[in-house]
């Protein structure tokens, strides 16, 4: 039994198709047949019911696929780290980020921590809160950057960033004019909201209610410049935090006197798992950076 016949009937058992799995592995339908054959042989069991359409695993197969993911998952973790010890300053980190550092400060962030490890590469994407935890939890990604979310006893995290929040209301508003106000002026005035699931949703709401009342919500969306957009179209109003790219023709930009409106970013990593050296650089560095504050 090798890591290849592992590999091989981890592939079939999750395809169920001989021609799809070795189609998926580059390999010949007659190859991958003789692997398992092999491995059942070895194990003395079947694996697999034979289909029509394919194969399903029977009871036997079920077992051994539990003990053979953890198998090729010890032995993948294992080739990194050895990698890890040869070629410390190497290495892709996978960092996930809301949507309002995405104009300069994880750009920014990464341009510095670059200039002391030039060959640690990044793998980015944009996501909200919520399934930036997601795929932190199936160890889809390394770091998010995000709002703060409930406690996990497998994950840290630090605060990096404060955002305010400002209302938003189309020019011709009647606090288009102000500078300042209390978020319980606007309480009778139709909201544009963010989704539930988003972090912005629960904050706002109970800054609402901190200001004595339930917003009146006409639409959710998921990300800011939607619900900028919508205020501008004279929808509604909204709080939001920054963003550079808001067409501040359309609407106008209020700070809120009471109740304070802020939000925590943080930056959040698995403690459980293994961690690359890579990973571990680039949250020493962040825990050092100027910008964290």
């Not at 205020?231 to 209020?254: C, H, M, Q, T, W």
Request: glycine share 4%.
């Amino acid at each position: 039994m090798d890591f290849d016949q592992l590999h091989y009937f981890q592939i079939l058992a999750n395809v169920g198709n001989f021609t799809k799995a070795s189609e998926e592995l580059s390999l010949s339908q007659p190859a991958l047949s003789r692997s398992i054959s092999r491995l059942e042989e070895e194990l003395g069991v079947p694996l697999f019911d034979r289909k029509s359409r394919g194969v399903v695993l029977n009871r036997y197969g079920k077992v051994f696929l539990e003990h053979a993911n953890r198998s090729v998952s010890e032995m993948v973790e294992a080739k990194q780290k050895v990698n890890d010890m040869v070629h410390p300053h190497y290495g892709t980190i996978s960092l996930a980020f809301i949507q309002t550092l995405g104009s300069s400060y994880i750009p920014d962030l990464i341009h510095d921590f670059q200039k002391e490890f030039p060959r640690i590469q990044f793998q980015l994407s944009q996501n909200i809160t919520s399934n930036i935890f997601e795929e932190l939890n199936t160890a889809n990604i390394d770091i998010g950057f995000c709002s703060q979310q409930e406690s996990s006893d497998h994950l840290s995290s630090i605060p990096i960033y404060t955002e305010e929040l400002f209302l938003i209301v189309p020019v011709s508003h009647r606090l288009a004019n102000k500078e300042e106000v209390h978020l319980s002026e606007v309480a009778n005035d139709p909201f544009i909201f963010f989704k539930p699931g988003t972090a912005l949703h629960d904050l706002i709401e109970n800054l609402c209610h901190n200001a004595g009342f339930h917003p009146k919500k006409i639409f959710e969306g998921f990300e800011e410049r939607t619900v900028s957009d919508l205020v501008g179209a004279n929808l509604g109003i909204a709080l939001i935090p920054l963003l550079p790219a808001l067409d501040k023709s359309k609407i106008s930009i209020i700070r809120i006197r009471e109740p304070k409106c802020f939000r925590s970013i943080q930056m959040v990593w698995r403690t459980n798992g293994y961690q690359s050296p890579a990973v571990s650089n680039f949250i020493t560095f962040v825990k050092k950076h100027d910008k964290v504050f």
